[in-house]
């Protein structure tokens, strides 16, 4: 890290040990020294190497302090304006906040930032952020700040070829992930005019494969009944959908309702759930959405079972 | 609370308000992180005191000097001299030609203020018009939603920072506690349409609110509390509120019926969390969602207490969260009870007990005293 000189800064220094005050910090004496710099150096509002090298000091030991970032991008600004090159200057920064980023997982100011500097940059590359997106979601795979500026940059880029191969990943590592499925329905919903029949019906199929695979998973489910919402428009598939999500239901619906320890197990509360909201908007298949909300309340789903009630005086 | 007095009781109430009291003592230098969002600790303190009806106002009474030195009021270099105002987090904040006030700090020192019964402040020291102006200038007039600070140099909302719905409910709970009521009282520092036009764009296609369709409680109860301080709820559509009651009702983790399938093979999922709330589809029970979601439901429906059974998630806070040794409540039975997640247990506790304003987070009787003492 290049030393800079600051003896000729007049500290303003932060007053402590006040009488009436709340919360009272111990304040080190590295952290009074660095505040007492940075708020004259922010008085001052110098924009100068010294002053960029300061604010990251400060990001280190307080980076929720909000002015510092708003002080660091005005310097970066005017710098990048005196420098040479000033695609290597930005790069350069954006280097600098990828180290920030893995040491401040939970900081969202990071991501604000970042949105910025891309704004400022020239030539800016979702390339070139797609290895800290790794990194972040592999430390945290349901980090919201971190989908959410992943989304952003699709956004910004106009750029969604990688998301559909990059949620399967997820979605194959840990299927219970539920970014992942809703960041599925991020890039459907982009997509929505330029897709195929063909590709409509090979997502279908991937969901019907994971739902196999783990029937009691409500994020599939929940991803089901938007992905039918979103194109009902274009494709009927309720029949198919239907028959799928009876085989995991067993022959519950022709038992009599008696007490719950004379129901059979069966593989999945969500597919009676999706089963009933489907037949609960058809005046003939009404009936079997009340006997399958009642099945939830009694054995399947039995902590809800003031909503499943709930829907059922719905349906009357 | 009203358990606390009768007789032995599963709330630790004693050991609660020392753990709050204790946040508002000298604390050690690992807390200087937050340091710049001191007002934080102290409204979570306050809180978390009031909730267990510690007389805050005569215990921290002597304190109110130096908690209004954290208000500061600008005048804009401009021709009408206008003037904007609000609060620092901290008083390491406050720094000469430097706009650093933020709405987080803001709304967490009014409450706080509120609480501590400083009425004369509000009657005759806070200047509301140019508080309300600073609410206005963090506004985008693209989007419609806030930032939650301005450049400190130019006074325009900032370009660094981000907006989302934790802002807007920020944004109009501060314009709120200034007085306003009605559409045309919003619009006088907003573009109130604007706003709940971007609300409305953060709902998800399968109930509840979030960015990009993935719905989260925490939005959720911040979108569902602006509206509600908007008197707008009715805005939404019946079948986006009953999808909204079934989300969040859904949030609740069960171990029983078909559930029990889960423990092995769903990393995030814990039998142990039965009853408990999480923020998202997924996810562990978590404190803070208790509070987030009984919240939004309580803005939804009339019948949220019988809809979500709230004895079991009272069982999951009491049993699980809450530290019978330290006090507090952690997020989890994992960690150490922290301030944040004492705050918002107790406060869920007391939204049950139907004492509390979850809108302002503040108990109910407080602001009912307030409202009644300052009408602006």
């Known amino acids: ?316 | 609370m009203c358990q606390a007095t009768n007789g032995p009781s599963r709330v630790v109430t004693k050991k609660h308000r020392k753990f709050f009291e204790r946040h508002l003592q000298l604390l050690p230098s690992s807390h200087q992180g937050h340091d710049v969002n001191r007002m934080a600790i102290i409204f979570y303190s306050i809180s978390g005191l009031s909730i267990f009806d510690v007389n805050v106002s005569a215990k921290y009474g002597d304190h109110l000097g130096w908690m209004r030195k954290h208000y500061i009021k600008t005048v804009l270099d401009d021709t009408e001299n206008t003037a904007i105002s609000g609060f620092v987090g901290s008083l390491v904040m406050n720094i000469p030609h430097a706009t650093t006030i933020n709405l987080p700090n803001t709304l967490f020192a009014l409450l706080s203020m509120i609480m501590l019964r400083d009425y004369e402040y509000f009657e005759t020291i806070l200047d509301k018009r140019s508080l309300a102006r600073f609410v206005s200038k963090c506004q985008r007039p693209d989007r419609g939603s806030f930032v939650s600070c301005l450049d400190y140099k130019t006074n325009c909302g900032s370009s660094v920072d981000s907006d989302d719905l934790r802002f807007c409910y920020i944004a109009v709970a501060i314009l709120y506690i200034c007085g306003c009521r009605s559409k045309e009282d919003f619009d006088e520092y907003i573009d109130t349409e604007k706003l709940l036009g971007y609300i409305m764009s953060q709902q998800c296609y399968n109930g509840a609110f979030g960015a990009h369709n993935e719905p989260h409680s925490g939005y959720t109860s911040c979108a569902l509390s602006t509206l509600a301080l908007l008197s707008s709820l009715e805005k939404l559509s019946d079948k986006f509120k009953e999808d909204t009651i079934t989300w969040l009702l859904h949030r609740q983790v069960s171990s029983h019926g078909c559930m029990k399938f889960e423990s092995e093979l769903n990393a995030s999922y814990d039998q142990s969390d039965d009853g408990g709330f999480q923020g998202r589809e997924n996810k562990f029970a978590d404190t803070c969602y208790a509070f987030w979601c009984l919240n939004s439901l309580h803005l939804l429906t009339k019948d949220w207490k019988m809809l979500c059974q709230t004895e079991l998630v009272t069982n999951y806070l009491l049993d699980r969260t809450q530290k019978t040794l330290t006090g507090g409540f952690s997020k989890n039975d994992e960690e150490d009870a922290d301030l944040y997640h004492s705050c918002l247990g107790s406060a869920a506790l007391a939204l049950i007990e139907g004492k509390f304003n979850g809108e302002l987070c503040i108990p109910q009787e407080i602001f009912n005293d307030f409202s009644k003492r300052c009408c602006f």
Not at chain 1, 181 to 193: E, G, I, L, P, S
Request: net charge negative.
């Open chain 1, 1 to 316: 890290m290049e030393e800079y000189d600051y003896s000729d800064v007049k500290p303003l220094p932060i007053e402590t040990d006040l009488q009436d005050e709340l919360c009272r910090i111990m304040y080190t004496e590295d952290y009074k020294r660095l505040m007492g710099l940075a708020r004259a150096l922010i008085s001052l509002n110098e924009l100068s190497p010294r002053a960029l090298q300061l604010t990251a000091e400060i990001i280190d030991v307080a980076p929720a302090f909000y002015t510092i970032w708003n002080y660091r991008f005005n310097i970066v600004r005017h710098m990048m304006s005196e420098s040479e090159d000033t695609v290597l200057y930005l790069n350069k920064e954006l280097d600098w906040l990828d180290e920030v980023t893995l040491n401040n997982p939970k900081n969202y100011q990071i991501w604000s930032y970042r949105q910025s500097l891309l704004k400022l940059h020239p030539s800016p590359s979702f390339k070139r952020e797609l290895p800290i997106l790794k990194l972040m979601i592999d430390d945290d795979s349901k980090n919201y700040h971190v989908w959410s500026y992943r989304k952003w940059c699709c956004l910004f880029f106009s750029d969604f070829q990688h998301e559909l191969a990059y949620a399967s990943d997820l979605i194959e590592t840990d299927i219970y992930n539920n970014s992942a499925w809703t960041h599925r329905m991020f890039y459907w919903v982009n997509a929505k005019d330029v897709i195929s029949k063909v590709e409509l019906a090979d997502e279908l199929q991937f969901i019907m494969d994971k739902i196999q695979l783990v029937p009691q998973n409500i994020s599939p489910w929940t991803y089901l009944r938007g992905f039918q919402e979103l194109f009902h428009d274009r494709l009927q598939w309720d029949s198919k959908v239907v028959d799928f999500a009876t085989t995991f239901i067993g022959d519950v619906l022709s038992l009599p309702i008696g007490s719950p320890e004379d129901l059979p197990e069966i593989e999945s509360s969500y597919a009676l759930e999706f089963l009933a909201y489907h037949w609960g908007a058809d005046p003939c298949t009404r009936d079997n959405a009340v006997k399958a909300y009642s099945l939830l309340a009694i054995k399947y789903d039995p902590i809800r079972k003031n909503l499943w009630h709930h829907k059922i005086n719905n349906l009357n």
